[in-house]
T-cell receptor
Framework: AQTVTQSQPEMSVQEAETVTLSCTYDTSESDYYLFWYKQPPSRQMILVIRQEAYKQQNATENRFSVNFQKAAKSFSLKISDSQLGDAAMYFCAYRSSVGNEKLTFGTGTRLTIIP | DVKVTQSSRYLVKRTGEKVFLECVQDMDHENMFWYRQDPGLGLRLIYFSYDVKMKEKGDIPEGYSVSREKKERFSLILESASTNQTSMYLC???????????FGQGTRLTVV
């Protein structure tokens, strides 16, 4: 079974600075998808960014980018120019490309933005 | 705008009651999921459904059942609520060929 590990329960960053959230996963599959979801205080889960394992290029969405290291099974999220609205729980998630399409989540990282 | 709607945002029930949590999606998605979210444990999958009347157990199905009679609706049932089922419940849906899952706003259930 796949597992996803987020080793940082809490992180904080000064507004306008850069922060990196860590995620590692364990799988025997070669093709899969990885995601970062954001859950603000409103509780609405929002997709931040996704990465297909077969793509070598790291995904980027505006201020959000990932560092995908397939051999190391590492998938970190970098937030540049942090803004107050980035404060939230961030969850890393894994989905197989075959079989059922369930998402396996990590335990989350609570990000605080310091004004 | 795509939408997954959960019937209640907050719910308080008594121990032993039968509880229904309803989830409706308007995106014609094949897959629907029920997750439970607890501090320090992340989101854990209770049940999922990949088609009408089809269901599979997730990682923590004990004490729960589900029903999917129509494509757009996926219900989570607590047959006899217990205090250890006090939690946040999140419903999600995704299309067969679409990798992204969309979530409802969550139901915070308290069992007293």
């Amino acid at each position: 079974a796949q597992t996803v590990t987020q080793s940082q329960p809490e992180m904080s960053v000064q507004e306008a600075e850069t922060v990196t959230l860590s995620c590692t996963y364990d799988t025997s599959e070669s093709d899969y998808y990885l995601f970062w979801y954001k859950q603000p205080p409103s509780r609405q889960m929002i997709l931040v960014i996704r990465q297909e394992a077969y793509k070598q290029q790291n995904a980027t969405e505006n201020r959000f980018s990932v560092n995908f290291q397939k051999a190391a099974k590492s998938f970190s999220l970098k937030i540049s120019d942090s803004q107050l609205g980035d404060a939230a729980m961030y969850f890393c998630a894994y989905r197989s490309s075959v079989g059922n399409e369930k998402l396996t989540f990590g335990t989350g990282t609570r990000l605080t933005i310091i004004p | 705008d795509v939408k997954v709607t959960q019937s209640s945002r907050y719910l308080v029930k008594r121990t032993g009651e039968k509880v229904f949590l309803e989830c409706v999606q308007d995106m014609d998605h094949e897959n629907m999921f029920w997750y439970r979210q607890d501090p320090g444990l992340g989101l854990r999958l209770i049940y999922f459904s990949y088609d009408v009347k089809m269901k599979e157990k997730g990682d923590i199905p004990e004490g729960y059942s589900v029903s999917r009679e129509k494509k757009e609706r996926f219900s989570l049932i607590l047959e006899s609520a217990s205090t250890n089922q006090t939690s946040m419940y999140l419903c999600a849906s995704s299309g067969r060929m679409n990798t992204e899952a969309f979530f409802g706003q969550g139901t915070r259930l308290t069992v007293v």
